[in-house]
């Protein structure tokens, strides 16, 4: 069974930073594409990063680029967002996804809560 687990949610102020992880078991990220995406109230689902099997290749998000950072540790079957110089419209429920790169199911993450606030 695939289970995807997000953590280091939390409230931070603006300036702030925290560090994302997402935790996988019965799946092996070295093969998978693994994406960061991010659902503020009342909006849809955002992509904010996404990183390839090797993590050789990464992609941002105008919004986040020069902020944060996707990287992985494919030996620990996680991978990381650290998110610096937080604004509040950084606020939101952030998911992983992960997917196998030559193709097949996605899976999701429950999310973790990331709140921005003075």
């Known amino acids: 069974q695939v289970q995807l687990v997000e953590s280091g949610g939390g409230l931070v102020q603006p300036g702030g930073s925290l560090r994302l992880s997402c935790a996988a078991s019965g799946l092996t990220f070295s093969t998978c594409t693994v994406n960061w995406y991010r659902q503020a109230p009342g909006k849809g689902r955002e992509l904010v990063a996404s990183t390839i099997e090797t993590g050789g290749s990464t992609i941002y998000a105008d919004s986040v680029r020069g902020r944060f950072t996707i990287s992985r540790d494919n030996a620990k079957n996680t991978v990381y967002l650290e998110m610096n110089s937080l604004k509040p419209e950084d606020t939101a429920v952030y998911y992983c996804?992960?997917?196998?790169?030559?193709?097949?199911?996605?899976?999701w993450g429950q999310g973790t809560q990331v709140t921005v606030s003075s």
């Open positions: 996804k992960a997917y196998p790169s030559v193709g097949g199911r996605a899976y």
